[in-house]
């Protein structure tokens, strides 16, 4: 059974620093894309960032320059480091992997069949 379970998450003030990590148990194939979704209050789950099994990446424009996605094989793990945050960052960030080989062009849920339950991130202004 494929499980994702995120960390970190919290309140920070616009232009601070925040770092969410994402534990990855029971995925067993070697091709996968996996990265991070977000969902603002009254808005729908958009694709921040996402990385692929050969560390491929793929930014969403409002965040290009500010946040990193990394992951660590050997642990089974994505790290989202978000830099330079602003109040439209606020919302639920969710992991999410695919079987994909490559991570679709405009990755949408459907897509991915395993989620992590979420963290939250809010940032005041």
């Known amino acids: 059974q494929v499980q994702l379970v995120e960390s970190g998450g919290g309140s920070m003030q616009a232009g601070g620093t925040l770092r969410l990590s994402c534990g990855i148990t029971?995925?067993?194939?070697?091709?996968?894309?996996a990265g991070w979704f977000r969902q603002a209050p009254g808005k729908e789950r958009e694709g921040v960032t996402f990385i692929d099994s050969d560390s491929s990446t793929d930014y969403v424009n409002s965040v290009k320059g500010r946040f990193t996605i990394s992951q660590d094989k050997g642990k089974n793990s994505l790290t989202l480091q978000m830099n330079s945050l602003k109040p439209e960052d606020t919302g639920m960030y969710y992991c999410?992997?695919?079987?994909?080989?490559?991570?679709?062009?405009?990755?949408?849920?459907?897509?991915?069949?395993?989620w992590g339950q979420g963290t939250q991130v809010t940032v005041s202004a």
């Open positions: 999410a992997l695919t079987p994909l080989p490559r991570c679709p062009t405009s990755p949408t849920q459907i897509q991915f069949p395993w």
């Open positions: 029971g995925y067993k194939y070697p091709n996968y894309c």
